[in-house]
């Protein structure tokens, strides 16, 4: 009866952890928004740098593979707010983007292409190893 309890409490704690997680990481993809605010109202990037929001679309990429049910059953909360903060990045970088200067805009297209390129191949390759790992390196 006390491992029951014991479970139960784990299970509750970990659900009331998972979902503060996602409203902290929440929050922290509405940060940008007074940035981005005042990029299209001046109608420039100024100064500002686009890498970190390229790196925060990898990380958040990254972090939706391996939360999705197939690749880690039971981190759905993971891959729900990966995604919601992937779309986050996609639209910060695309206005980035539209008012970056044209020396700034080659760069950073050419990073985002690239991420999403290696994302893929990830993707298609990782089920190959699936299928290599089920097969010994060397016949007996």
């Known amino acids: 009866m006390s491992s029951t ?5 784990y299970v509750v704690c970990s659900d009331a952890a998972g979902i503060a997680g996602n ?3 929440f929050v922290l993809f509405l940060s940008p928004i007074p940035t ?11 100064m500002f740098s686009g890498m ?11 972090c939706l593979w391996y939360g999705m049910p197939i690749v880690s059953p039971g981190i ?6 990966n995604s919601i903060g992937a779309i986050f990045q996609l639209i910060y970088i695309s206005v980035f983007v539209v008012y970056a200067e044209k020396p ?6 050419i990073g985002t292409g690239l991420e999403t390129l290696q994302l893929a191949l990830y993707a298609y390759f990782n089920d190959a190893s699936q299928e290599e790992l089920k097969h010994p390196l060397i016949d007996p």
């Open 52 to 62: 970190p929001y390229i790196y925060a679309l990898l990380n958040c990429l990254i």
């Open 5 to 9: 309890v014991v479970s139960s409490v």
């Open 36 to 46: 981005f605010r005042r990029i299209i109202r001046n109608e420039s990037t100024e």
């Open 76 to 81: 759905i909360l993971m891959a729900t707010v």
């Open 23 to 25: 409203i902290f990481a």
């Open 104 to 109: 700034m805009k080659v760069p950073n297209g």
